[in-house]
């Protein structure tokens, strides 16, 4: 197979990228190296797999660049994973939200229409496509927010709804990618992400939570450090799923397109693999020894209580279910946190 990675330094694209070349495939990886980690990335790539590979630099924006590599490359099978990942910063600036998420995703989907129009187009969504789900009905425990009317999770069926610039984009990038197949017959995969985490994720403030609340366990070690802060009241839940079984899916869908094409899966950890802020503390604490110190401030604008992923239809499509259960990704998140530190002290 030959594979182009949009986005193949951030964390899903280079543990993507990494996974392929361990086995042989061939790729070209995109990327303009603006988000924090993406460089070393590269580096890191580089150091496993030589320069058996191609990297461009390249933004998503530029549409005669990206028109230009697909009909260069024909590439059996696209991984568009490129796109502005903060809800904050979709709300600071719409305008580059809407560029990168919704007109970079349309660049791609022309030029395969254009050019290779049988090219496989994998496009990582988000749940945030619905919405803030202040319409349905919760329950509370000590811990966490429940769903009492959906005990194995929310399906594809929800009704959309973007609810913030960062939803909005991506959702009508989403909708692009499916009606491609519709209306041109490409075939294209929607994965709508829930939260996701694994080593190479360089986890900031307002992107990659796992990972940034590993962060400030590791720093509870020293006590005169504040507490940090958290938005809302810690019961708010999702459901966390490794990079190891996200890549995993990913690869399942191109050896099962007849059977997937134009569908859209919700993909997440599953009930299983669901956590409260409280419950991820909680294991955090566990794990390193140090209690969690932390304050809370107002909820985020349409944050969600609870998402979980109803698996059903990834399970009954794929054959795909979780393997990495989220006691065991925590140990290795944190594992990789601690590395990080070593190496880059700047980034905690």
């Not at 919704?102 to 022309?110: F, W």
């Not at 694994?198 to 939570?209: E, H, I, K």
């Not at 997440?268 to 669901?274: I, L, R, V, Y």
Request: net charge negative; with cysteine; hydrophobic share 40%.
């Amino acid at each position: 197979m030959s594979w182009l990675i949009t986005g193949g330094c951030g964390f899903v694209g280079s543990n993507l990228a990494h996974d392929l070349l361990s086995s042989g495939e061939t790729v070209v990886v995109l990327d303009n190296l603006s988000r924090q980690g993406s460089p070393e990335n590269l580096t890191w790539l580089r150091s496993q797999h030589g320069r058996d590979w191609q990297f461009v630099q390249a933004d998503i924006r530029d549409r005669d660049r990206v028109a230009d590599l697909v009909r260069e490359l024909r590439p059996q099978a696209i991984a568009h994973l490129a796109g502005q990942v903060a809800m904050t910063t979709s709300i600071q600036d719409p305008r580059l939200d809407f560029e990168v998420n919704a007109l970079g995703t349309l660049n791609v989907l022309e030029a395969v229409r254009l050019y290779s129009s049988e090219t496989i187009v994998l496009y990582s969504s988000t749940n945030k496509v619905y919405g803030s789900l202040e319409e349905l009905t919760y329950g509370e425990t000590e811990t966490r927010y429940t769903l009492p009317d959906y005990p194995h999770g929310l399906a594809e069926t929800l009704q959309l709804d973007g609810c913030s610039p960062y939803g909005c984009s991506k959702l009508a990038a989403d909708q692009y990618v499916r009606d491609y197949h519709r209306v041109y017959g490409i075939p294209t995969v929607v994965f709508r992400h829930s939260s996701m985490y694994g080593g190479r994720q360089f986890a900031t403030y307002d992107q990659g939570w796992i990972g940034w609340f590993c962060l400030q366990a590791l720093a509870m070690s020293d006590s005169q450090i504040p507490p940090f802060t958290i938005s809302g009241n810690g019961k708010q839940v999702r459901d966390v799923l490794h990079a190891q079984d996200l890549i995993r899916a990913y690869r399942l869908a191109v050896t099962q397109i007849d059977r997937c094409a134009g569908e859209i899966y919700n993909l997440g950890g599953g009930m299983a693999n669901s956590l409260s802020l409280l419950e991820l503390f909680a294991i955090l604490t566990e794990l390193t020894g140090y209690p969690l110190r932390f304050r809370s401030l107002d909820w985020r604008h349409g944050d969600q209580k609870v998402f979980v992923a109803d698996l059903a239809k990834v399970n009954q499509h794929l054959g795909w279910s979780p393997t990495v259960s989220k006691q065991d990704g925590l140990r290795m998140m944190l594992d990789w946190t601690e590395e990080v530190q070593a190496r880059v002290p700047t980034l905690s």
